[in-house]
């Protein structure tokens, strides 16, 4: 039988403990709750976030009628968000925004609880439950606090998350048009004309409703369709498109 050595097993010993060492998260003492908030703020600077969290959650737990609560829930909120946590960052934000309204935090609040919606929604091919929520809380963020720092990051993701919708209902709309189902179709498309015109996903609808009006054994429709696509979003892919399917209905 293979045996060790008594010193060899020693050293084997000391790297082992070592080695358990190098993965384990050791928090420095805490000696006091504003101690333990700053040391929070320490960890989350230095992106040591799982760290943050043990800390910011024990204040929190510990400090409800502190003045500097609200500061540690967003704080908390932010390094969820820095992990991914999207579900538990929205709580901290969703209960900051309504325990501490005039909290100096409550502004960025607003805006990164909409970040913390969006991280919840699901691909374009399912249910966009969370992206509607998200939309709707930064739009409800820009008109509750006009003027602030993260106004026009808030427009932008707006604007990603309405082409993200937008396109959800072109691909709904393609997918009846292979299925036959032309009416389905036609309402997806009406739909992404009605609330999406501004975006570039109208030009696939309008293509999309030129291929129902094919189908439908009216080709001069569609030809004036895919003619607006063409001057509408001239340069862009889907122009190239809709010139090439015009030219097969022309020939």
Known sequence: MFRLRAGTRSAVLAALIAISGCGASTLPSVHSEPERLSLGREEAAKGDYLD?????????????????????????????????DWASA????ERLLREFPESDSSAASSYHLGIAYNGQARPPDFDQEYT??????????????PGHCMNADAEHDIENARMKLATKL???????????????ARAYYGKVEADFSDL???GDAWVGLARCDV???NPDAAIEKLKAVE????????????ARERARLVN
């Open 132 to 145: 509607v929520k998200a939309i709707d809380q930064w739009r409800h963020y820009l008109v509750t606090y």
């Open 90 to 93: 929205a709580i901290q934000f």
């Open 231 to 242: 001057q509408r979003f001239a340069g862009r892919p889907v122009a190239e498109t809709a």
């Open 215 to 217: 189908l439908e054994h």
């Open 200 to 202: 570039p996903q109208l």
């Open 170 to 184: 072109v691909e709904t709309g393609d997918l009846y048009v292979k299925l036959s189902q032309l009416r389905a």
């Open 52 to 84: 943050a969290i043990e800390l910011l959650k024990t204040y929190v737990d510990n400090n409800a009628g502190s003045a500097e609560v609200d500061h540690a829930l967003y704080l908390l909120g932010d390094c969820y968000l820095h992990t991914h």
